[in-house]
T-cell receptor, first 114, second 111 residues
């Protein structure tokens, strides 16, 4: 089974702190994604990556950056956390480069910014 | 601009009855549609999908219908079971490679 592991299930940070959210997948998937889930807004794409060292902006990239140094690992970085970044963050991976493949999600990281 | 819309935030049905979850989209370039199910404190899991070349796809109790002219798809669950209680997300993708999700519908199946 595909496994997508997010390093932290729950985090509490203060405004202005730098936050790292780590994601690792074990199935050699080329594509990795970061979404955030908010009530009434569904899942919104922050960034995605089709290959090592490649990244593409999603629909809401402002305030975020990403890093993909290894194929299995995709990190989401909040350079200076703000309260409006309090959310559930979901990492996903997929095997089909054309984007029609099923996404496999991690369990999510709930971030609270005080 | 919400390209994928689920206009019903919640739905409540009795066990054994049919659940119908609806989804509308605006982008005519979308050619593949998926439904995901999400339990609290877990990541979404894939449920069923449909390509734009089809108008129906069935998998056990779950059937997805696609009406391209209306830009509308629906998920039917028959019969509904209490374990089906979850948030259901509709998603669509086209040639950009990005999967665009709707807002989600919370389904409650009452015993």
């Amino acid at each position: 089974d595909v496994k997508v592991t997010q390093s932290s299930r729950y985090l509490v940070k203060r405004t202005g702190e730098k936050v790292f959210l780590e994601c690792v997948q074990d199935m050699d998937h080329e594509n990795m994604f970061w979404y955030r889930q908010d009530p009434g807004l569904g899942l919104r794409l922050i960034y995605f990556s089709y290959d090592v060292k490649m990244k593409e902006k999603g629909d809401i990239p402002e305030g975020y950056s990403v890093s993909r140094e290894k194929k299995e690992r995709f990190s989401l970085i909040l350079e200076s956390a703000s309260t409006n970044q309090t959310s559930m963050y979901l990492c996903a991976s997929s095997v089909t480069s054309g984007g029609t493949g099923e996404l496999f999600f991690g369990e999510g990281s709930r971030l609270t910014v005080l | 601009d919400q390209q994928v819309k689920q206009n019903s935030p919640s739905l409540s049905v009795q066990e054994g009855r049919i659940s119908i979850l609806n989804c509308d989209y605006t982008n005519s370039m979308f050619d593949y549609f998926l439904w995901y199910k999400k339990y609290p404190a877990e990541g979404p899991t894939f449920l069923i999908s449909i390509s734009s070349i089809k108008d129906k796809n069935e998998d056990g109790r779950f059937t997805v219908f696609l009406n391209k002219s209306a830009k509308h798809l629906s998920l039917h669950i028959v019969p509904s079971q209490p374990g089906d209680s979850a948030v259901y997300f509709c998603a669509a993708t086209g040639n950009t490679g990005k999967l665009i999700f709707g807002q989600g519908t919370t389904l409650q199946v009452k015993p």
